[in-house]
Antibody, heavy 115, light 107 residues
Framework: EVQLMETGGGLVQPGKSLKLTCATSGFTFSTAWMNWVRQSPEKGLEWIARIKPKSTNYATEYAESVKGRFTISRDDSKSSIYLQMNSLKEEDTATYYC??????WGQGVMVTVSS | DIQMTQSPSLLSASVGDRVTINCKASQNINKYLNWYQQKLGEAPKLLIYNTNNLQTGIPSRFSGSGSGTDYTLTISSLQPEDFGTYFCFQHNSWMYTFGAGTKLELK
């Protein structure tokens, strides 16, 4: 059974950092394209980052809204991906989902950016 | 960015009804169009991928069609568990984008 579980969410002040983790199981992680998607009432569903397998040299892509502030990474030995979020803004407040190429999704983790 | 325009934003229907939800892309997306269902408090669930391919485990009352810029999700006979919000999603361009959603509610 494919499983994805996000952790690391919470309340953080504007300008601070937070790191999300997505632990996975039930599929061949090392060849999977992995993504982060977020959802807020204001912006709806928004794809924000993607990381490809080792065969692509772990190529990454980002939405303009997070480029330069967020970093996606992966650890194939742990079947996990990460989202390092720096310089957080109030508009980053959302539920963050980890997905295997938008087919399988985790349950989501809430990030609230507020002073 | 490719913009995805969904319609209607709200749809009221009864059990047994045939319903259609539309999605229009701002440019040709070459059938790289998925449909998702989301219920309150849950993650989106993939129903249909690449326009007309039913995801494993999804009932056959769900179907998709379309090409170019215009796509449709059809539920042939609405069941009680089908109420929720539906999203279209394009993955033709490297920057994926979602529609704003269609809330399907009980009439």
């Amino acid at each position: 059974e494919v499983q994805l579980m996000e952790t690391g969410g919470g309340l953080v002040q504007p300008g601070k950092s937070l790191k999300l983790t997505c632990a996975t199981s039930g599929f061949t992680f090392s060849t999977a394209w992995m993504n982060w998607v977020r959802q807020s009432p204001e912006k709806g569903l928004e794809w924000i980052a993607r990381i490809k397998p080792k065969s692509t040299n772990y190529a990454t892509e980002y939405a303009e809204s997070v480029k330069g502030r967020f970093t996606i990474s992966r650890d194939d030995s742990k079947s996990s991906i990460y989202l390092q979020m720096n310089s957080l803004k109030e508009e980053d407040t959302a539920t963050y989902y980890c997905t295997r190429q938008l087919g399988y999704w985790g349950q989501g983790v809430m990030v609230t950016v507020s002073s | 960015d490719i913009q995805m325009t969904q319609s209607p934003s709200l749809l009221s229907a009864s059990v047994g009804d045939r319903v259609t939800i539309n999605c229009k892309a701002s440019q040709n997306i070459n059938k790289y169009l998925n449909w998702y269902q989301q219920k309150l408090g849950e993650a989106p669930k993939l129903l249909i991928y690449n326009t007309n391919n039913l995801q494993t485990g999804i009932p056959s009352r769900f179907s998709g069609s379309g090409s170019g810029t215009d796509y449709t999700l059809t539920i042939s006979s609405l069941q009680p568990e089908d109420f929720g919000t539906y999203f279209c999603f394009q993955h033709n361009s490297w920057m994926y984008t979602f529609g704003a959603g269609t809330k399907l509610e009980l009439k």
